[in-house]
């Protein structure tokens, strides 16, 4: 077990530090067009592309609050979905989930050991971005006029990893339950693009307000009051608990059916063993 967990950690680390590069990128090209386009920026606040997707212009908080601290888990998000539809059924496709069974590990564990090093890349990303937003920011910080610290936009950064490991254990679900690789993360792409979008729809639109709360980044604040408030204990606790649902749920599906290439899971389990 914990051999396993050594090799799926090191087979982690290329895409921690691209995705870190990446985010950082973001964080510094935003952080730093800001002092010199931030007048701009606000005379075009209030266009409606900007109101529909709930980007504020008007501050450098509500700026930067819908530029990265937003974004952070929505780019995020699509390595969630990536890494959660491979660990199981993108192996399985491959092949290589056979040489992984092959060992005196139950199932069970092999979920939970694939679960812990994504919870731990996708940490070591958000942590790692974070910090680095955070170091720009305060580079670029004499020049901006702002009440918001570096480690406020470092903490708010650090708060799209529950929303991002929902996302990531919905898709594992879906890894070991559909019978593809392409078929889940199709789902998951369906659903991470729903909760998106249909949460700011129902922001704009108040008969949708009573099915708000269906959706995952209802419960993710990415406004100006994520650095004066901090983040909500409670919305955290719904992310991690949708997480742990569904980690439960690819745990029961994994371990209730044979390993079969492309077939649904009663087949499998019809499967002789």
């Given at each position: 077990?914990?051999?396993?967990?050594?090799?799926e950690?090191?087979?982690?680390?290329?895409?921690?530090?691209?995705?870190?590069?990446?985010?950082?990128?973001?964080?510094?090209?935003?952080?730093?067009?800001?002092?010199?386009?931030?007048?701009?920026?606000?005379?075009?606040?209030?266009?409606?592309?900007?109101?529909?997707?709930?980007?504020?212009?008007?501050?450098?908080?509500?700026?930067?609050?819908?530029?990265?601290?937003?974004?952070?888990?929505?780019?995020?998000?699509?390595?969630?979905?990536?890494?959660?539809?491979?660990?199981?059924?993108?192996?399985?496709?491959?092949?290589?989930?056979?040489?992984?069974?092959?060992?005196?590990?139950?199932?069970?564990?092999?979920?939970?050991v694939?679960?812990?090093?994504?919870?731990?890349?996708?940490?070591?990303i958000?942590?790692?971005?974070?910090?680095?937003?955070?170091?720009?920011?305060?580079?670029?910080?004499?020049?901006?006029?702002?009440?918001?610290?570096?480690?406020?936009?470092?903490?708010?950064?650090?708060?799209?990893?529950?929303?991002?490991?929902?996302?990531?254990?919905?898709?594992?679900?879906?890894?070991?339950?559909?019978?593809?690789?392409?078929?889940?993360?199709?789902?998951?792409?369906?659903?991470?693009?729903?909760?998106?979008?249909?949460?700011?729809?129902?922001?704009?639109?108040?008969?949708?307000?009573?099915?708000?709360?269906?959706?995952?980044?209802?419960?993710?604040?990415?406004s100006?009051?994520?650095?004066?408030?901090?983040?909500?204990?409670?919305?955290?606790?719904?992310?991690?608990?949708?997480?742990?649902?569904?980690?439960?749920?690819?745990?029961?599906s994994?371990?209730?059916?044979?390993?079969?290439?492309?077939?649904?899971?009663?087949?499998?389990?019809?499967?002789?063993?």
């Amino acid at each position: 077990m914990i051999g396993l967990l050594v090799h799926e950690l090191k087979a982690r680390w290329r895409s921690v530090l691209g995705w870190t590069l990446g985010l950082v990128a973001l964080g510094v090209t935003y952080i730093a067009v800001y002092p010199g386009a931030g007048d701009v920026m606000a005379d075009l606040a209030d266009l409606e592309i900007y109101e529909a997707l709930g980007i504020s212009m008007t501050t450098f908080d509500g700026y930067i609050a819908s530029v990265i601290v937003q974004y952070v888990p929505v780019l995020l998000g699509i390595y969630a979905i990536l890494v959660g539809t491979r660990t199981l059924a993108g192996e399985e496709d491959e092949g290589t989930l056979e040489l992984v069974l092959a060992q005196p590990i139950r199932r069970w564990q092999i979920v939970a050991v694939k679960t812990f090093s994504i919870a731990v890349a996708m940490a070591l990303i958000v942590v790692l971005a974070g910090l680095g937003c955070a170091a720009i920011f305060q580079a670029y910080r004499s020049q901006i006029d702002t009440a918001v610290m570096p480690m406020q936009l470092f903490a708010a950064v650090l708060s799209g990893w529950p929303i991002c490991m929902a996302f990531a254990m919905i898709s594992l679900f879906l890894s070991a339950f559909l019978p593809s690789r392409r078929l889940a993360s199709m789902v998951a792409a369906v659903v991470f693009i729903a909760s998106y979008f249909g949460e700011t729809l129902t922001g704009m639109v108040s008969s949708l307000e009573a099915i708000e709360p269906f959706s995952l980044f209802y419960y993710f604040d990415s406004s100006p009051n994520v650095f004066t408030e901090g983040v909500r204990a409670g919305d955290v606790g719904i992310l991690l608990g949708v997480a742990a649902l569904f980690f439960l749920l690819a745990v029961l599906s994994f371990s209730r059916r044979n390993v079969t290439v492309g077939a649904w899971p009663w087949v499998r389990n019809a499967a002789p063993r």
